[in-house]
């Protein structure tokens, strides 16, 4: 149990930090920048993603010597794009349909995407 609340300590440290990577680069692509918000959070979802998976593996998850690194990256690409689709699909409704503001918006997307993240790197990434 110990091991699980440190770990989820872990998860939140690089969460927080990936989120600020996350909210800053949509805020500037969007705002500054003005790109459609829906284009900039694809952008600053992916950039985010990729810190995530290099503070995930070397500092979060214990996937050292139990897969190989092509298949863990692989395996966390693939959950990296379905936590995208769930991104953008809570961006969009929360947005367009229910006319929240988008930075609002990618607070709860956020949360939404990272238990998502945790349960499946969890399962997958330290089996």
């Known amino acids: 149990m110990k091991e699980i609340i440190k770990q989820l300590f872990k998860f939140g ?3 927080a930090i990936c989120f600020l990577i996350d909210y ?17 959070s694809i952008i600053s979802f992916s950039i985010s993603t990729i810190f995530n998976y290099i503070l995930s593996v070397k500092w979060v998850f214990d996937v050292k010597n139990k897969n190989d690194k092509k298949r863990n990256f692989i395996t ?23 006319g929240i503001y988008y930075m609002i918006t990618k607070v709860i997307s956020t949360i939404v995407v990272m238990v ?5 790197r969890k399962i997958f990434l330290e089996k």
Do not use: C, E, K, R
């Open 13 to 15: 440290i690089v969460g």
């Open 76 to 98: 966390f690409v693939i959950f990296s794009i379905i936590g995208l689709i769930l991104n953008q699909i809570i961006m969009w409704f929360g947005t367009d349909i229910l």
């Open 116 to 120: 998502f993240n945790f349960i499946t």
């Open 24 to 40: 800053l680069i949509l805020y500037v692509s969007t705002d500054i920048f003005h790109i459609y918000y829906l284009i900039s």
